[in-house]
């Protein structure tokens, strides 16, 4: 069976400090991955997305950036963090057209 | 602007009645649909999807419904129960490898 992680749960960064999630998936081969954020009120916003190894498609200008140096391995980073980049990231996996997408339990960023 | 929306920020529902959300679309090559139910602090699972060849779907207590004419669907849970209080969120996704879209969601509050 398939299974996404995402780590760390919770993170606590200073602004200015850069910033490294990770996202790994298991028990499938050349998935689509995602990254999204949830921000209050602003429901799902895609910021990243990718159908192959360093192939990486961006949907919102940002100071994040996203990297996917493995098949079944999607990083999210940045240099320097505002506090804007605070919420809830999540990570998702599909095999393609039409099918579900399935997401990582998440991680609460907040920038002080 | 939003592909998809989600007009009604929160519904409260009593236990053992039919809970309805629902979903508008602009985007008209949008031909599948989604829904997802997401607790605090985790990540989306996904209940159930339906194909725009598709007016209806059903899974158990959940439903979903495609009015492609008025580019609508909606979910119908019956009957309601209190573990079924979460926020909903309406996706779509069109022809071609394409991310999905979610709309901003809808916190369900079923009570006892």
């Known amino acids: 069976s398939q299974t996404i992680h995402q780590w760390p749960a919770t993170l606590v960064q200073p602004v200015g400090s850069p910033l490294s999630l990770e996202c790994t998936v298991e028990?499938?081969?050349?998935?689509?991955l995602y990254w999204y954020r949830q921000a209050a009120g602003r429901g799902l916003q895609l910021l990243f997305y990718?159908?192959?190894?360093?192939?990486i498609s961006s949907e919102v200008p940002q100071n994040l950036s996203a990297s996917r140096p493995q098949d079944r391995q999607f990083i999210l980073s940045s240099k320097k963090l505002l506090l804007s980049d605070s919420g809830f990231y999540l990570c998702a996996w599909d095999r393609g057209q039409n099918t579900e997408a399935f997401f990582g339990q998440g991680t609460r960023l907040t920038v002080v | 602007d939003q592909q998809v929306k989600q007009n009604s920020p929160s519904l409260s529902v009593q236990e053992g009645r039919i809970s309805i959300l629902n979903c508008d679309y602009t985007n008209s090559m949008f031909d599948y649909f989604l829904w997802y139910k997401k607790y605090p602090a985790e990540g989306p699972t996904f209940l159930i999807s339906i194909s725009s060849i598709k007016d209806k779907n059903e899974d158990g207590r959940f439903t979903v419904f495609l009015n492609k004419s008025a580019k609508h669907l909606s979910l119908h849970i019956v009957p309601s129960q209190p573990g079924d209080s979460a926020v909903y969120f309406c996706a779509a996704s069109g022809s071609g490898n394409t991310p999905l879209v979610f709309g901003k969601g809808t916190r369900l509050s079923v009570i006892a």
């Open positions: 028990g499938t081969s050349n998935p689509n």
């Open positions: 990718s159908v192959g190894i360093g192939q």
